[in-house]
């Protein structure tokens, strides 16, 4: 096991080079599949650490694997730090703001590639004390769950094939100096649709030449909000919300078309199938009862419900005890968001962990994806030993 007071003050050594990374980071905001210069300080600072970089791995994805020195075999683990920004106009006042008009980091991820880079420097440095392979993945486009499948795409998980995975996300909504770890389901899976109603488009003071698609689109909205008071289990847990209405030109037109889309989510894999099942049957039905007609679509942005391995959460709460206390543990963190993640968690077993970046006293409170964002940087120090911990021991350990 390694020696955590020995790590934390490597942690905290690094700590000005590793907010000075973020908050370069910061303010040059990249989003999705743009993350040219982002992936471009990742490679070269993997690189000098003396990682195998590959750049270009699910389109502007970074990999970079070394092996440990310990002897014996170990294990091969992913650890997987996404990078993008958000399309967002950043209303924080701070020397380190955004300067891409429109692009802000609101979701920490800054943070995250920061903290990915300091625990690949801590590894490389501790490189006799673990064995196996450490594959580290940085990731593009996170925020809309498109980079880790264009990553797998691309064989992010082959050559060599990872057995284990961890990952991380700093969280505003829980102070610094705490961690949330869960067995099993923590984020939900998630589904995006969009249903089409189709009617004949008439004069509005003429309604019965027509057939209206205003109100079978409120008729079916209306009617979607049952599915989770009528249809769900009540001891389940599910979404279902509309997020855009889109229709009709004019206060004295009836339209043709009416479109709405919106979002549903679910821990469990059977309880989104049911949500989307019932959001098909009901549109169409409505639509058909009312003389129209409705086509419901499901995008390709869907994720698996994120599901931590209890044995590799374990891992992670045993360190996390040692380094902030047991009652600052949190065991029971649940979360509807979706995170792309889940897809490396799908495919082996992982960790996924929370790491406390609020902090009240400083006025740092506001949710992510806000434009007033903000973390607490005294959690990154923190992060970066609770992840180079637990990486060396799921790396070493034999189980
Ligand atoms: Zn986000
Ligand atoms: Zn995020």
Redesign the pocket.
């Known amino acids: 096991m390694p020696d955590i007071e020995q790590l934390k003050r490597e942690a905290e050594a690094r700590r000005e080079s590793m907010i000075a990374m973020r908050r370069d980071l910061h303010a040059h905001p990249e989003i999705a599949f743009e993350e040219v210069r982002t992936a471009g300080i990742v490679a070269q600072r993997l690189a000098e650490l003396g990682f195998e970089v590959q750049t270009g791995v699910g389109k502007t994805g970074v990999v970079a694997v070394m092996d440990g020195e310990r002897a014996g075999s170990g294990h091969t683990l992913l650890l997987r730090f996404d990078m993008d920004a958000?399309p967002i106009h950043e209303m924080v006042d701070v020397p380190f703001r955004s300067r891409n008009d429109g692009r802000m980091h609101?979701?920490?991820?800054d943070a995250h590639t920061a903290i990915g880079l300091t625990v690949a420097e801590l590894m490389a440095a501790r490189r006799a004390e673990w064995s196996g392979v450490a594959k580290f993945v940085f990731q593009p486009a996170?925020?809309i769950v498109a980079g880790a499948r264009a990553m797998i795409a691309d064989g992010a998980l082959e050559n060599p094939r990872p057995d284990r995975a961890l990952s991380v996300h700093v969280f505003s909504t829980l102070p610094t100096g705490v961690v949330a770890m869960t067995d099993g389901p923590t984020m939900a899976g998630s589904a995006a649709f969009t249903v089409t109603v189709r009617g004949r488009g008439a004069h509005g003071a003429m309604p019965h030449q027509g057939a209206d698609p205003v109100v079978g689109a409120a008729h079916i909205i209306t009617a979607l909000q049952s599915i989770v008071s009528r249809n769900l289990n009540p001891m389940e847990q599910g979404v279902v919300t509309v997020g855009y209405v889109r229709g009709g030109t004019a206060h004295n037109i009836i339209p043709d078309t009416v479109e709405f889309g919106g979002t549903t989510r679910a821990f469990d894999e059977a309880v989104g199938r049911l949500l989307n099942e019932r959001i098909e049957e009901i549109a169409v039905h409505t639509a058909r009862a009312l003389g129209l007609q409705a086509t419901v679509a499901l995008s390709d942005a869907a994720t698996p419900p994120l599901v931590n391995d209890p044995i590799m959460a374990e891992i992670v709460r045993c360190h996390a005890r040692r380094l902030v206390g047991a009652h600052n543990v949190q065991t029971d963190y649940r979360l509807m968001?979706a995170e792309d993640a889940a897809f490396f968690l799908q495919a082996m077993p992982g960790a996924f962990v929370f790491v406390g970046a609020g902090n009240s006293a400083k006025g740092i409170t506001e949710p992510?994806?806000s434009p007033r964002f903000q973390i607490d940087e005294d959690a990154l120090p923190l992060a970066v030993t609770l992840l180079t911990a637990s990486a060396i021991d799921m790396l070493n350990d034999a189980g």
């Open positions: 958000l609101a979701c920490g991820h996170e925020e968001g992510h994806h």
